[in-house]
């Protein structure tokens, strides 16, 4: 039998505390500045691999291993915050190694620099991600964690459409100076990206308070694993079946690219993709706290399914727009539209199913786990998706992707319904 254990119990101090607090709002600043540094990049780098020479697959194997990297972090990051207790201090050198990451991206003549740096930008990602994600869930009570990881989405999400919003503006601009190469106008938006990159560690070190976290030092990697839930560890097998073909959605940005720049050429194309991809942050910021509310008032693991199907129906309808040839920026922008929602929920619910599964002396360490499963699988998908791009088709590659994304909706499903059958 599986048992399910039930939601943490966070100290209030004899009274309810509010969702909407210093911490909450404090690390959404920090992760809208944070995303108006690396998403300029996301936004733009389709782009600049484009005028460097650089096919579909350089970009997929640059995602996924990045992602990789940033999945293997999180797990030890999050293991490390639950034995030490450093949780702060581990997050503030996450963000800076991002604003580091970007130095290296705008210097690279090729893509052995650019995978350095963007490697490195996804090292610090790991390293804060799960670690500020306790962080907040031990702010607020159980009862409003959907409310304050969709808010926290929210504005996180924020600075991923104003970063690549300003991007695509400069990188019209500059496209008017004189540069020696196609690609100065990419670089100068690179350069410009530190900014928001200083300020996130800033904002982080001044505004957030991390919640009463005592040490574990007699905890034990392996042993900690082994002793999860195992309610929560089939859970991570839905989600990794699921990842598998949830590829990066910098691959969309590519995808509107390769498919506009017929007509529009490559820069114009690149700037009509960026603002695409700008569409799709702006919907997910628009239903981020919504979902949040829905998923406190009916349950998390209902509109976890249905964001998964919308994944699903993302990559289907990709597959179907480069079968079609379609040029049409309306069409498109519907097809970003969906990969908006559906990222809007797999962010703000995967970790709140998370919450609701583990106790609180782990907690970390499981955020940890759903990263690495999440980054692992992210780099298989990635990778597969621009081989087969290249090596096959772009149908093939989004194809395949839906298959995977549809087989992991359905576990899920599954392990809901056995959940249930065990109340």
Not at 8 to 22: A, D, E, F, H, Q
Not at 25 to 30: E, F, S
Not at 252 to 259: D, F, K, N, Q, S
Not at 400 to 417: E, I, K, P, S
């Amino acid at each position: 039998m599986i048992k399910e254990t039930g939601p943490i119990k966070v100290p209030t101090g004899g009274k309810p505390r509010s969702w909407l607090n210093r911490t909450v709002v404090g690390a959404g600043i920090t992760s809208a500045l944070g995303d108006f540094c690396y998403e300029t990049t996301t936004v733009i780098l389709p782009g600049f691999l484009a005028v460097l020479g650089l096919p579909a697959a350089i970009l997929g194997l640059i995602e996924g291993i990045a992602d990789a990297v940033a999945s293997f972090t999180k797990m030890v990051s999050g293991y490390i915050a639950d034995k030490l207790g450093y949780r702060k201090l581990l997050v503030l050198t996450g963000y800076s190694l991002t604003p580091l990451g970007q130095v290296l991206i705008a210097l690279a003549a090729s893509w052995p620099l650019i995978l350095v740096g963007r490697t490195l930008s996804w090292f610090g990602k790991g390293l804060r991600g799960p670690l500020r994600d306790a962080i907040v869930a031990q702010a607020v009570s159980p009862q409003t964690r959907g409310r304050a990881f969709g808010f926290h989405r929210a504005t996180d999400t924020i600075g991923a459409v104003l970063g690549p919003l300003l991007g695509v503006a400069l990188l019209g601009w500059a496209e008017g100076l004189y540069w020696s190469d196609a690609s100065g106008p990419f670089r100068m938006v690179l350069w410009l990206s530190l900014i928001p990159g200083g300020l996130a560690v800033l904002a982080f070190l001044m505004l957030v308070n991390d919640p009463q976290h005592m040490p574990n030092p007699a905890m034990r990697f392996f042993s900690t694993l082994r002793s999860l839930p195992s309610r929560f560890k089939g859970y991570l097998g839905a989600v990794g079946i699921f990842g598998m073909g949830d590829f990066s959605h910098t691959l969309l940005i590519l995808a509107a690219t390769t498919l506009l720049t017929p007509s529009l050429g490559v820069v114009q194309a690149a700037q009509v993709a960026g603002l695409l991809y700008v569409w799709r942050n702006v919907a997910q910021v628009a239903v981020s706290y919504p979902i949040g509310v829905v998923a406190d008032r009916i349950g998390q693991f209902p509109v976890l399914i249905a964001g998964y199907a919308l994944g699903v129906l993302t990559a289907m309808l990709m597959a179907v727009a480069f079968w079609m040839n379609i040029d049409s920026v309306s069409l498109l922008a519907f097809i970003f539209f969906i990969a908006g929602l559906f990222i809007a929920v797999q962010e703000a619910l995967e970790s709140t199913v998370t919450a609701e599964m583990v106790q609180p002396d782990t907690l970390t360490t499981c955020y940890g786990a759903l990263g690495t499963v999440n980054g692992t699988t992210k780099f298989v998908s990635s990778a597969t998706v621009g081989v087969v791009w290249t090596a096959v088709s772009p149908v093939a590659g989004f194809g395949l992707a839906a298959v995977l994304m549809a087989v992991g909706t359905l576990t899920l499903l599954r392990l809901r319904a056995d959940g249930q059958d065990m109340c």
